[in-house]
């Protein structure tokens, strides 16, 4: 009997976005694990002190650009994951155990808006920021957007970081596609904010 290949809308399109950075979770679970990662937003370029805790999981076949993407979402994550020290088994946000419903559609722009909406960014701060980084190369992007993923999540507005994975590693072939989709995600907000709102805490 032949075995029916899954519907392809029933297929989790950031499954490795998602799995590695559940990897990167696991590594912050120790004090050591999460220095070594952090470590990285230091200099992504040379991330060599993370390479022991990410190297395995960061396809081969990747070029430096978007190695760079990996490691450098990996540092975010774990400059703002739970302290081991404080907490020996700090539960993985859901969206790193499982597909959350619209996660994927919830991107930067989607995070930003979420900030203004919460009064953690003034909408005209938002704008200035979106047109710059429309405007960058991923190197630029590197530098200026680790401030901006550390404020957000101070102000407990959520990243979906599997999807920032994705998105970090497109910037460095289709940036004026990646920033368009930030852009509209932004802008398109107001027409999703019930169902936003509903999933905080599902995707923080």
Not at 39 to 57: K, M
Not at 60 to 71: F, I, K, L, P, Q
Not at 181 to 188: H, K, L, S, V
Request: one cysteine or more.
């Amino acid at each position: 009997m032949s075995v029916e290949s899954p519907n392809a809308a029933e297929q989790d399109p950031l499954e490795h976005q998602r799995a590695f950075m559940l990897h990167v979770h696991q590594q912050c679970s120790t004090p050591g694990g999460r220095a070594a990662v952090r470590s990285a937003l230091i200099d992504p370029h040379q991330p060599f002190r993370a390479y022991e805790y990410l190297l395995n999981r960061i396809p081969r076949w990747t070029n430096r650009a978007t190695e760079r993407a990996y490691v450098l979402t990996a540092g975010m994550y774990a400059e703002q994951a739970p302290n081991p020290r404080l907490d020996r088994k700090p539960k993985p946000p859901a969206g790193l155990t499982a597909p959350v419903e619209g996660d994927r559609w919830r991107n930067v722009g989607w995070s930003l808006a979420r900030a203004v909406h919460g009064k953690v960014l003034s909408e005209d701060t938002v704008k200035d920021r979106l047109l710059l980084m429309s405007r960058q190369d991923a190197d630029a992007l590197t530098r200026d957007l680790p401030p901006l993923v550390a404020r957000l999540r101070a102000g407990d507005v959520p990243v979906v970081w599997p999807l920032l994975l994705r998105d970090l590693t497109r910037w460095v072939d289709h940036p004026t596609d990646t920033a368009r989709a930030w852009t509209r995600a932004y802008y398109q907000y107001d027409h999703t904010t019930k169902t936003a709102t509903a999933t905080t805490e599902e995707t923080s």
